[in-house]
């Protein structure tokens, strides 16, 4: 059984070059500037869960061109996990294959981590409200789809205290209303199948419903911000060694995720520095497991099990800042979540589709030398393949299809766009019996 696929049955059972450094920050200037043009920081403070929603319900009112309120599932108290999805209509209603890749920016898995559920609430009105003036933004939500979930575990973040920079005792509000820390609840990439299966009986219905979207939906790209440091972290989080700390556990994809994490830190005036909160990291990113390792979190279960690229942002020292710093926080993080959210534009995309045009979905798409790797398809037939500039051997592949001849491609990510590279499958064909007269891998 296929990997994706078996964990959605588990769950059911229980519910590269960084970008340019910018000018030296000002934080008065910045501050500033924010009052001048961003009116939703005029009175800032922590929105509650109900009002996420209302305000979600509010935006998707005033732009309903480009945003659609939705619910990713409930905590275990019954909150909503509030969702909001940001993408402009296509210029011509017929198009089919825009190829729009989709990016998901998400917070406060840790109720008590509570900075980037406001700056993912700051971003999605931001990119709403300057749509219609900022070229920039428009040619943003014209080629890609964002989705925002600013809180995981809202029922932790009921229970923590503004001000509070480490945890309550206890770690009261860390964990959901059970008292689990929710970024240690997802599936392992390390588990074997019947350890999945077991856990699934007891898994949190959050941690549940965050996977079932995560596999769900054909996600490129996603940030996932934390408190407590000031870095950008990527996978792998564990390892096989099992080591506690200081050794690095990296994915066949590292080039491609040093380059996602130095977008966001070198564009951040505090993170790029490297030395914050008592810690030091070169280029102010690490690897997970070189920093300290940990099973069960949601970074490593993006990569594994889904076809999404998911960095950990970690934004402040202080895990829950007063209020009153959060226009500075915003300024700070700007820059940087723009850039990261171009980089689902690098690499390859495409369809794959059979010998009538039509998609073939769950085809994958095999870049040699990261074999380890493939990308799966969408129901509709598209791909995105994240990768950094370099000469690559491409094929794809499908079960009950031939598996295509291999293309040679360079990979130049020019003004941040991916290169189409489409791919046609021919059936496989049978004898007499009915049985495939080609061997293929898929088939079992």
Request: a negative charge; charged letters at 20%.
């Amino acid at each position: 059984m296929r990997v994706g696929v078996f964990v959605i049955a588990c769950l059911a059972l229980a519910a590269g070059s960084p970008a340019p450094a910018p000018a030296e920050y000002s934080e008065s200037a910045a501050v500033q500037v924010i009052e001048e043009t961003e009116s939703f920081l005029a009175h800032p403070h922590y929105l509650d869960n109900d009002e996420i929603g209302a305000l979600f319900g509010q935006l998707a009112k005033d732009y309903p061109q480009l945003a659609q309120a939705y619910k990713v599932g409930r905590s275990l108290q019954g909150r909503p996990l509030h969702a909001l999805a940001l993408n402009a209509p296509p210029a011509n209603d017929k198009s089919g294959d825009l190829l729009r890749p989709m990016v998901k920016l998400v917070a406060n898995i840790r109720g008590d981590e509570t900075l980037g559920r406001q700056i993912v609430l700051y971003m999605a009105e931001y990119l709403a409200s300057s749509y219609e003036t900022d070229d920039q933004v428009q040619r943003l939500l014209n080629t890609t789809e964002i989705h925002f979930l600013p809180s995981c575990n809202p029922d932790g973040f009921a229970l923590a205290q503004e001000g509070n920079c480490e945890s309550l005792p206890n770690y009261v509000g860390r964990g959901n209303a059970a008292g689990i820390d929710l970024n240690r609840d997802f599936p392992d990439r390390l588990e074997e199948p019947h350890v999945h299966q077991l856990h699934a009986q007891s898994r949190q219905p959050e941690t549940a419903a965050l996977a079932n979207w995560i596999i769900s939906k054909p996600f490129v790209l996603s940030a996932n911000f934390h408190g407590g440091a000031v870095v950008a972290s990527y996978p792998y989080d564990n390892s096989i060694a099992h080591n506690e700390c200081c050794e690095e556990s990296l994915t066949p994809d590292d080039r491609v995720f040093k380059q996602l994490a130095h977008a966001y830190s070198d564009n951040h005036p505090i993170m790029r520095k490297g030395s914050n909160c008592n810690d030091s990291f070169a280029g102010g990113i690490t690897n997970g497991a070189n920093w300290y390792e940990l099973s069960g979190g949601m970074q490593d279960f993006n990569y594994a099990f889904s076809n999404c690229f998911e960095l950990t942002i970690e934004l402040s020292c202080c895990k829950y800042p007063p209020a009153s710093t959060l226009p500075a926080e915003w300024q700070r993080n700007k820059a940087s979540l723009m850039q990261l959210l171009k980089q689902a534009h690098i690499g390859i995309k495409g369809l794959v589709q059979d010998a009538n045009g039509y998609p073939i979905g769950d085809a994958n798409i095999i870049v040699a030398g990261l074999d380890e790797k493939p990308i799966r398809t969408s129901k509709r037939g598209e791909y995105w393949r994240l990768l950094t500039p370099g000469l690559y051997s491409v094929h794809a592949a499908a079960f009950g299809y031939q598996t295509s001849a291999p293309q040679e491609v360079r990979v130049t990510n020019d003004n941040l766009e991916a290169l189409r590279l489409d791919f046609k499958l021919l059936p496989v064909e049978t004898n007499f019996d009915g049985i495939s007269s080609l061997y293929s891998p898929y088939f079992f």
